[in-house]
């Protein structure tokens, strides 16, 4: 009798541990199918960010928070080569997300691991670290100010466009749309724009295919004025809503 009391109480106790086995398993696929579709609908939707530098201001301060989704302009699916066509080519004027031509991507796996990292972490921990000088980022946020086909040239940050199709230069002011706001830093009366770091370009004409991308608050971080012009590929996302600080507003 013994014997089979403990046998049936082996069997009690093996069923409910079982059971938790199976719940465990459930819990843990669901987990990772949850992770998998939510990478996926950001990957060709919508995503959220953090600004690490003043250099879109006033815009995009500090720190502030916005969203960028790649449909607009087509998003390529990974391990295909293939690019899913977008809505329309760039314009000037987008605030964009972009990966300067200076940086090499990441291989597939380690960017699928960093998506599963900031998933579980709620975007806090990330391989490639939010917290790097805007320079060392590999994807970096700025307006797209030259398009191609315009003939332009920059002193003291500001850009002076002839348009394909104009006859005369126009301010990049009188172009961009009404209430974007670009800060230029001040020099000192009679300072030479020859001097390095100046914020100068000679004449030149965007190519098919090229685009200048600047940022708002000029001579802060990063720009094209550093590493050169951006193809379409290397614009990888359109930015259009800031929800933090004031919820709500578009760019």
């Known amino acids: 009798m013994t014997g089979l009391y403990n046998k049936s109480r082996r ?3 093996y069923r409910p541990n079982k059971r938790k086995r199976r719940w465990l398993r459930k819990l843990v696929l669901f987990i990772v199918l949850l992770a998998l579709f939510v990478n996926i609908m950001t990957y060709f ?12 201001a006033p815009v995009l301060p500090l720190h502030s928070r916005f969203m960028a989704t790649p449909v607009v302009f087509g998003n390529q699916i990974p391990l295909t080569g293939i690019k899913i066509p977008g809505f329309r080519a760039p314009d000037r004027g987008d605030v ?15 960017r699928f691991l960093d998506s599963i990292i900031r998933f579980f972490t709620l975007q806090r921990v990330s391989i490639n670290s939010t917290e790097k000088k805007e320079w060392e980022n590999s994807i970096l946020v700025k307006r797209i ?5 315009d003939q332009l040239r920059i002193e003291g940050f500001k850009v002076m466009i002839k348009p394909e199709g104009e ?17 230029y830093p001040e ?12 914020g ?3 004449e030149v004409i965007l190519k098919e295919g090229e685009y200048l991308l600047l940022s708002d608050s000029r001579g802060k971080g990063s720009d094209g004025l550093l590493w ?23 760019l």
């Open 200 to 202: 100068n370009l000679k």
């Open 145 to 149: 100010i030259g398009v191609p086909g």
């Open 187 to 198: 020099f000192p009366e009679n300072w030479d724009y020859e001097l390095p770091f100046s």
């Open 11 to 13: 069997y009690r106790d």
């Open 228 to 250: 050169g012009f951006s193809s379409e590929d290397e614009i990888l996302q359109k930015v259009f809503l800031r929800y933090w600080p004031n919820l709500g507003v578009r």
């Open 167 to 183: 006859n005369r230069f126009l301010s990049e002011k009188n172009l961009l749309k009404e209430g974007i706001e670009i800060v």
């Open 96 to 110: 964009v997300l972009v990966k300067p031509s200076y940086i090499s991507n990441d291989p597939v796996y380690v």
């Open 45 to 56: 939707g919508i995503r959220s960010y953090k600004a690490g530098s003043e250099s879109m």
